[in-house]
């Protein structure tokens, strides 16, 4: 059962008849939903805008929810998500051209209530979302476009013009969750301090879908049941800078890349030439052997982290989810929908608490910023803003996927009759050799012990 509805806040909000809607909200992906959900549990009028002709007709996906915000969200999610396998399998993988070096981690745990991270398909898992917020009165408007801001009083943000004859929608809040590239963020001059270009806070992720029968998966990852598995990939594209990544659905698997667009333009080489790479390692290669292609897609992810993100709130608008950054690339977390339902959560409360005050001015909604702060969004990203750079530096790339992978095949070579070597003595043949300096090596550490220590 949905929480019980907070009337109050509706109730101020109706005392504004000039207005078509309480609450717009731009985007019905998991921010946009979620937003949606928590501002009409609130009692308000809400419109959820969505381009394509359905919650879903989009979007391509290329990773894992995770579900404990939906514990808050939707009690006992886990019986009603459209899942496709819970993954109770995750590993790490580090390869060069013809090494690799897994870390492999399982456990039962995940593979029952409450759940860790579950594999989805967003065409079914944005339909559910929207149908919840639909469930608790909002108005869903499909295939329909926001093309721009209305103007109130002062500048102030007071609604959406759309692409429909006569279809502008007054509001006294927009919440922007319009993916990546956000026109409406930018419009309403919120990334207007954000340093740099957003080339460089953006990378591009290609995935193929790759059937394969449902007990050729269950063999050759090791699980059976509604188990899977979701192996991240560092190493895999060369000299562009990014990584990679292949999880298992019930009856295909899903193997992509995540690049570096100024890497990849600097490259000159095409993303799906890295693809093919990563597909044909000798590591992965058997993993897939026999698969029938059943879709290719693309889509830019915003992965600068904290310092790419823009103002949260602005005079009548919220922005959420990849309009706001807050895709989480972190090396061995690349996360991105547990974010975007956390923000559309706090922002559909934020937005109902700012009605119901009275004041959607950016100091009326700036209460929404503290409550990201206090929560999981802001906390990881700003913990971890440094880990971008990190990542996607050379050492971390090339240099170390090497090394490691040397020194694994150092320590367990038998080069008999010469006695083993020690690890101090791989390891430091192995910098030599990959030209690492302890310089670099101490810069890294610290780097990462500030960030994930």
């Known amino acids: ?49 969505e381009r394509g002709p359905y919650p879903g007709a989009k979007n391509v996906y290329g ?15 886990w019986e009603h998500m459209p899942v496709q396998r819970w993954v109770t399998r995750r590993s790490t993988m ?11 981690f399982r456990t039962e745990d995940w593979g029952r209530p409450p759940y860790n991270g579950a594999t989805a398909f967003r065409s079914e898992l ?12 909002a108005v ?48 309403a001059g919120l990334f207007a301090k954000v340093p740099g270009r957003q080339s460089e806070h953006t990378s591009l992720g290609v995935k193929e879908t790759l059937a394969l029968p449902r ?6 990852f090791g699980v059976s049941g509604r188990h899977g598995q979701d192996i991240e990939i560092l190493g895999c594209t060369g000299s562009v800078p990014g990584g990679g990544f292949l999880y298992t659905n019930l009856d295909s698997v899903s193997v992509g890349v995540v690049l570096s667009l100024t890497g990849l333009a600097a490259s000159g080489r095409r993303p799906e030439e890295v693809l093919a790479g990563l597909k044909s390692h000798p590591a992965v290669a058997p993993l897939l052997r026999g698969a029938e292609l059943k879709e290719y897609s693309a889509h830019l992810i915003p992965e600068g982290g904290y310092d790419s993100m823009p103002e949260p709130a602005g005079d009548g608008i919220l922005v959420a989810g990849d309009a706001a950054a807050m895709c989480l690339a972190a ?35 700036a209460g929404y910023r503290g409550r990201l702060e206090k929560s999981f969004v802001l906390a990881d990203h700003r913990r971890l803003r440094r880990v971008p750079g990190l990542v996607f530096s050379e ?17 367990f070579t038998v080069d008999n009759p010469r006695p083993k070597p020690g690890l101090r003595r791989l390891l430091t043949g192995a910098a030599r050799r990959r030209g690492l300096r302890l310089r670099h090596v101490l810069s890294d550490a610290f780097t990462g012990t500030r960030s994930f220590g």
Not at 152 to 176: M, Q, S
Not at 215 to 220: D, H, T
């Open 1 to 49: 059962m949905p929480p019980e509805r907070h009337t109050e806040a509706g109730t101020a909000a109706r005392a504004d008849e000039g207005t078509d809607f309480d609450v717009v909200v731009v985007g019905a992906g998991p921010a946009g939903s979620a937003a949606a959900l928590e501002a009409a549990r609130a009692g308000l009028r809400v419109a959820l805008l």
């Open 63 to 77: 990773g894992v929810v995770y579900g404990r915000i939906l514990d808050e969200l939707v009690p006992d999610w």
């Open 94 to 104: 580090v390869l060069t051209g013809h090494q690799a070096l897994t870390v492999d």
């Open 126 to 137: 944005d339909g559910w979302l929207a149908s919840l917020a639909e469930e608790a009165g």
């Open 140 to 187: 869903l408007v499909p295939a329909t476009t926001a093309t721009g801001l209305l103007r109130g009083p002062g500048g102030r943000v007071a609604g959406v013009r759309t692409d429909r004859p006569d279809g502008d929608l007054t509001a006294r809040v927009v919440i922007a969750c319009d993916g990546v590239n956000s026109f409406l963020a930018k419009e």
């Open 215 to 220: 007990e050729v998966i269950e063999e050759r």
């Open 331 to 365: 090396g061995v977390w690349l996360e991105g929908v547990n974010y975007a339902l956390g923000a559309g959560m706090h922002a559909g409360r934020a937005a109902a608490a700012a009605i119901a005050a009275g004041d959607t001015s950016r100091a009326g909604l």
């Open 395 to 411: 050492r971390m790339q090339q240099t170390y996927p090497g090394l490691l992978c040397d020194v694994a095949q150092g320590f």
